[in-house]
């Protein structure tokens, strides 16, 4: 472990019930969450039903309200067997609620686990459903959670034309900020539709600062399975844009990545499945050969705090057709066309990550106004 950074016992926004619960009593609430959004071993919904706030309607992101659906998979609107409540998905027809499905709605309370990666779309959904809060005069509470990558902060600042659901923000890549931050400074810098202003609260966690090491309690999606993975997420998410397998289909997805052509380069090799959570995963049924890296020193990867641009440089140099190489959601991912470019020009990973450091430090000084923890520094 590093000695800069220490774990502790955390307690999330969601257990601090005296900062909220007192907003939400005789309104008619709405509930953006998923499997995360859990106080100890009941998820929020249950335990807000509980105390008689009166939840009327709940919305789900990304791999739905179960946490259950394959990325990138479209979820639908449906109904809560436990409780009967409608799931409005925001990964459906719709990423922002619409005026219909906010109907009757008085306050809107916001609860999941973030891996503090810009792609990471939980992210995208917080920002939509502020925004569409602010539009219709609907207070909105974030109940905050750690980063378990909260310890730094590097990658490119996302730029307007490559604008996305994986990437709506002008942050970089690992931005160090909880939601409840991002939710401050989204508010604060005009980043929403017309300069709209939310009514924001945001409860904060007790015992948590950026020098934390955070173990998540649940995966926050099918394919971040263990800490290792939401390690490794930030630099390997990255394959997502190449013809490169990340694991998905195997035991440990975002652990390994490899391809078929690298045969005579690697002795690992994996072959991807249709699993629950990845039914169509790239390169699947295909025997793959590549880097192991479910042991690769977790000291490493926190001690050093930066996007791992190695691995990425060394499959594109083993790659025979360099030109089939990448394909277009590698740019959504950066939030760049520049990284490709450097790879393709034959840049070192330092040498790129250098060239995104201005902006980075600009980044910096402005996170540092929307900070609720001690910062890392």
């Not at 394959?70 to 809560?80: H, L, Q, S, Y």
């Not at 909880?178 to 904060?204: H, P, Q, R, Y």
């Not at 399975?225 to 013809?243: A, D, K, R, W």
């Not at 001690?303 to 990425?312: A, V, Y």
């Given at each position: 472990?590093?000695?800069?950074?220490?774990?502790?016992?955390?307690?999330?926004?969601?257990?601090?019930?005296?900062?909220?619960?007192?907003?939400?009593?005789?309104?008619?609430?709405?509930?953006?969450?998923?499997?995360?959004?859990?106080?100890?071993?009941?998820?929020?919904?249950?335990?807000?039903?509980?105390?008689?706030?009166?939840?009327?309607?709940?919305?789900?992101?990304?791999?739905?309200?179960?946490?259950?659906?394959?990325?990138?998979?479209?979820?639908?609107?449906?109904?809560?067997?436990?409780?009967?409540?409608?799931i409005v998905s925001?990964?459906?027809?719709?990423?922002?609620?619409?005026?219909?499905?906010?109907?009757?709605i008085e306050c809107?309370?916001?609860?999941?686990?973030?891996?503090?990666?810009?792609?990471?779309?939980?992210?995208?959904?917080?920002?939509?459903?502020?925004?569409?809060?602010?539009?219709?005069?609907?207070?909105?509470?974030?109940?905050?959670?750690?980063?378990?990558?909260?310890?730094?902060?590097?990658?490119?600042?996302?730029?307007?034309?490559?604008?996305?659901?994986?990437?709506?923000?002008?942050?970089?890549?690992?931005?160090?900020?909880?939601?409840?931050?991002?939710?401050?400074?989204?508010?604060?810098?005009?980043?929403?539709?017309?300069?709209?202003?939310?009514?924001?609260?945001?409860?904060?966690?007790?015992?948590?600062?950026?020098?934390?090491?955070?173990?998540?309690?649940?995966?926050?999606?099918?394919?971040?399975?263990?800490?290792?993975?939401?390690?490794?997420?930030?630099?390997?998410?990255?394959?997502?844009?190449?013809?490169?397998?990340?694991?998905?289909?195997?035991?440990?997805?975002?652990?390994?990545?490899?391809?078929?052509?690298?045969?005579?380069?690697?002795?690992?090799?994996?072959?991807?499945?249709?699993?629950?959570?990845?039914?169509?995963?790239?390169?699947?049924?295909?025997?793959?050969?590549?880097?192991?890296?479910?042991?690769?020193?977790?000291?490493?990867?926190?001690?050093?705090?930066?996007?791992r641009l190695e691995?990425?440089?060394?499959?594109?140099?083993?790659?025979?057709?360099?030109?089939?190489?990448?394909?277009?959601?590698?740019?959504?991912?950066?939030?760049?066309?520049?990284?490709?470019?450097?790879?393709?020009?034959?840049?070192?990973?330092?040498?790129?990550?250098?060239?995104?450091?201005?902006?980075?430090?600009?980044?910096?000084?402005?996170?540092?106004?929307?900070?609720?923890?001690?910062?890392?520094?």
């Amino acid at each position: 472990m590093s000695s800069t950074l220490f774990a502790a016992t955390v307690q999330t926004g969601a257990e601090q019930f005296n900062a909220y619960l007192p907003l939400l009593q005789g309104k008619k609430v709405g509930v953006v969450a998923n499997h995360t959004s859990v106080v100890g071993d009941k998820h929020l919904v249950d335990v807000l039903l509980e105390r008689k706030i009166d939840v009327i309607r709940i919305f789900a992101p990304e791999h739905g309200f179960r946490g259950t659906a394959d990325a990138g998979e479209k979820v639908n609107t449906t109904e809560d067997a436990k409780t009967g409540l409608k799931i409005v998905s925001l990964y459906g027809q719709n990423y922002k609620p619409t005026v219909e499905q906010l109907r009757d709605i008085e306050c809107v309370v916001f609860d999941m686990q973030d891996v503090g990666v810009r792609f990471y779309t939980y992210l995208s959904t917080m920002h939509y459903a502020m925004e569409a809060c602010a539009e219709n005069d609907i207070p909105f509470i974030v109940l905050d959670r750690p980063n378990p990558n909260g310890f730094y902060v590097d990658g490119p600042i996302l730029q307007p034309e490559f604008s996305s659901f994986v990437g709506l923000l002008p942050i970089p890549i690992v931005h160090g900020m909880t939601l409840g931050e991002l939710a401050f400074m989204i508010n604060s810098e005009g980043w929403m539709k017309d300069d709209v202003v939310c009514n924001l609260t945001v409860v904060t966690c007790a015992g948590y600062t950026h020098k934390t090491l955070y173990d998540l309690p649940l995966p926050p999606s099918p394919n971040l399975p263990n800490q290792q993975s939401i390690y490794l997420y930030p630099s390997l998410c990255l394959f997502e844009g190449t013809v490169v397998s990340l694991g998905r289909g195997t035991e440990f997805p975002f652990q390994v990545f490899g391809h078929p052509t690298f045969e005579t380069k690697y002795d690992f090799s994996f072959t991807p499945k249709s699993v629950a959570g990845a039914q169509n995963p790239p390169l699947k049924n295909e025997l793959c050969y590549g880097i192991d890296l479910r042991n690769f020193p977790e000291e490493e990867l926190i001690d050093n705090g930066c996007i791992r641009l190695e691995w990425l440089i060394e499959a594109y140099r083993n790659f025979p057709q360099k030109a089939k190489f990448f394909n277009s959601f590698f740019y959504k991912l950066c939030g760049s066309d520049s990284i490709r470019k450097q790879i393709e020009a034959g840049l070192s990973a330092d040498e790129i990550r250098a060239s995104w450091q201005s902006q980075l430090a600009e980044f910096k000084e402005l996170r540092k106004f929307y900070l609720l923890y001690a910062d890392f520094e």
